[in-house]
């Protein structure tokens, strides 16, 4: 196998790549990946590093094997390799596979190995990084690769709502609660409908104040307005006119995913957000998609609102390596810090 780093010649290669990847994500696309280049920074003492994107392409016998964009960022103490970047709101990205659903089982574990061994060695001896960190999407089976290379695995989680099925079956499938919920609007009168950009401010404005998103909103904005209407849209909450919640969401092939929005809010003691939640699921379905995806199942704070859903989880990977030496940094820098906070 080989690896080369793709340039804007590669793009609709790229794109080509990823379209037809039945687990890739709209974060993966050429675009999306540019803007988040733009905005990513990561904050190191007094030091902010500039990200630097680095999409690989793998091939053997000309033919391409899989992709993975990666961020490098760099100073004198060191270089740090990320997918996702840091500080862009997002959550997974990764490595994504060509046509690998065609493949033996054990051509694919292999193709698996072969991949991630050869990107350890090009990232390590190429690139000379000292830490890596890859968070896959959904779809990724298969991380031993990684951890025979001396990664620490972890695994991560997400909801996807199966919404091949009548919006009844789905209902009742509800938390009983949720469901009252729901009934309970007849009675308070909010109203969900879709947004504009005039109505992101609001939102990003109510997620800083809770601290549920640390992306500079300029980045936020440029993402939107790229790639609205056909990738991202935005929902909103109300009660006469006036606004209560809103949710961006993402559009991908066959997937509605939540990514921004719903601050926890009430209005006369009822939660919006769950109407907004049900209306976006009957949504998705009415625009013939096969899943909505509640993102991210990690947050403990979060999961009794997640969960009430019925929806089914799906796992990911966090792939963890760090050089020994760096490791010693890392360790002195955690100390430092700890002293700091006391």
């Known amino acids: ?11 609709n290669l790229w794109d080509e790549v990823i379209n ?3 687990d890739s994500t709209i974060f993966h696309t050429w675009k999306w990946l540019k803007i988040m280049e733009k905005y990513s920074q990561k904050k190191f003492i007094t030091n902010i ?3 630097h994107l680095y999409p690989l392409i793998v091939s053997e016998k000309n033919e391409v094997v899989g992709v993975i964009p990666l961020y490098l960022y760099r100073n004198f103490w060191g270089k740090w390799i990320h997918s996702p970047p840091l500080h862009v709101e997002c959550l997974y990205l990764g490595p994504i596979f060509k046509n690998f659903e065609t493949l ?11 991949f991630q061994t050869i990107l350890h060695d090009f990232l390590t001896e190429n690139l000379g990084v000292n830490s890596i960190k890859i968070r896959s999407s959904t779809g990724f089976e298969d991380p031993r690769g990684f951890q025979w290379s001396g990664y620490k695995i972890e695994p991560r989680f997400t909801y996807f709502l199966d919404l091949k099925r009548d919006k009844e079956e789905i209902y009742k499938n509800f938390q009983k609660r949720l469901r009252n919920y729901l009934r309970g609007n007849e009675r308070v009168g909010i109203e969900i409908e879709e947004g504009s950009h005039e109505n992101l401010e609001p939102i990003l404005l109510l997620m ?3 601290e549920r998103i640390d992306a500079p909103l300029e980045f936020i904005h440029e993402a939107f307005n790229s790639f609205y209407p056909h990738n991202v849209r935005i929902f909103i909450a109300k009660h006469n006119d006036n606004f209560l919640s809103g949710l961006l969401v993402t559009i991908f092939k066959n997937k509605v995913s939540s990514w921004i929005g719903t601050p926890g809010v009430s209005f006369k003691g009822v939660y919006p957000n769950e ?13 013939g998609m096969e899943y909505f995806e509640i993102m991210g199942a ?4 979060l999961v009794p609102f997640k969960n009430k859903w019925n929806a089914e989880i799906r796992r990911s990977y966090l792939a963890k390596w ?21």
């Not at 196998?1 to 793009?11: G, L, N, Q």
């Not at 051509?107 to 072969?114: D, I, K, L, W």
């Open 104 to 114: 033996k089982p054990r051509e694919r574990y292999h193709n698996f190995f072969r």
């Open 208 to 210: 800083k104040e809770k």
């Open 1 to 11: 196998m080989e690896v080369k780093i793709a340039t804007e010649s590669d793009k």
């Open 49 to 51: 590093p500039q990200s």
């Open 20 to 22: 037809n990847s039945k």
């Open 275 to 287: 109407f907004l939640f049900w209306h976006l699921i009957q949504w998705s379905m009415d625009q």
């Open 322 to 342: 760090m050089s020994p030496g760096f490791h010693r940094i890392n360790s002195l820098y955690s100390l430092i810090r700890q002293k700091d906070l006391t």
């Open 298 to 301: 990690d947050d403990l704070s």
